[in-house]
């Protein structure tokens, strides 16, 4: 077991389930981890705040205080991880090979780990020499991000990591997504009575077979050269209510994958033309489409700043430093937004979101001390080289 301060926040972390109530309803949420690392962070010499982003669901936010004047740097990660089904011991942290399993130990507890770790490295260590630190653990990334909005309402900084895992590869930036809901309606009807009845879950079948001939016409597009093409998916369907009726009502919820040179309504326009084209050819076809919510993709110019000081980080702390796309949306899509740059940089491993996770226990001591060395460099405002 390792002995690494980081690894045994890690640990503490994993321990306390802190899964996503509104992905799984009764889950216990945020309030529990949050209370733990609000106190890790106090006791580490950090003002710390927690504020609700939902009921019972607060962030966190820990801030040091350089010596003397500079700029601010925020690491942010989320507190709230995705179920358990099919995990034997979710909320046991075991070590094997290098290896710490648990559900959130790569998402991305292990993240949370190495900043809060960082901080209280450099507090115990002569402090912040300069500038401000904010670390903020927030809630619900794994659903729609609550967490991150309501912090981009209350905290400022001049440049966020996101330590979201990234096998420490530096991500400047990453697709959106857009989630749509179609309705497509019939008429109810006795089944021996094929011309009372219009099926409404045949005709969906229409607008699946467009989507998925748009999905190939998406996926054969020119790739963005961070994140690839854009894509969709169809993630819902429902409809029907017994055997011997026509169903009247269909519906399907679908999410779209965007590039950043897509926008987020390009999503609902496509799927809009749809369903025009077929209503042009079938004037009884009645469909609707509407978006349920959506994020834009974020994309960091490479000659930032930024990246080149996390490199730099990363190079002190013994790793070579990549640049990449990430495919998965983050909370540095809201933190970009807001006009805070940001990167996602955090440790490997692999199984997120099934049922063995794990993260490289050397990765997530790595990333603690590259951001160690970032917070120093980039709150004093040194260039890097
Ligand atoms: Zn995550």
Redesign the pocket.
Known sequence: MSSDPAIALLRDLVAINSVNPTLVPGAPGEGDVARSIAETMRRAGLDVELHDAAPGRPNVVGVLEGLRPGRALMLCG?TDTVGIAGMEQPFTPIERDGKLYGRGAQ??KAGVAAMIDAARSIAKTGGLPAGRLVVAAVVD??HSSVGADALVGRCRADAAVVT?PTDLAIAIGHKGFAWIDVEVLGKAAHGSRPADGQDAILRLGRVLAKLEALDRVLQARAPHPLVGTGSLHASIVAGGRELSSYPDHATLQMERRLTPVEREEDAIVEVRQILAAIAAEDPTFRASARMMFSRPAYELDREHDLPRQVGAALAKAGRSPVVVGASFW?DSGVLGQAGIPSVLFGPGGAGLHSTEEYVKVDEVITCRDALVELARSYCSGVAAT
Do not use: K, Y
């Open positions: 989320h998402d991305m990334e794994e979201e983050a």
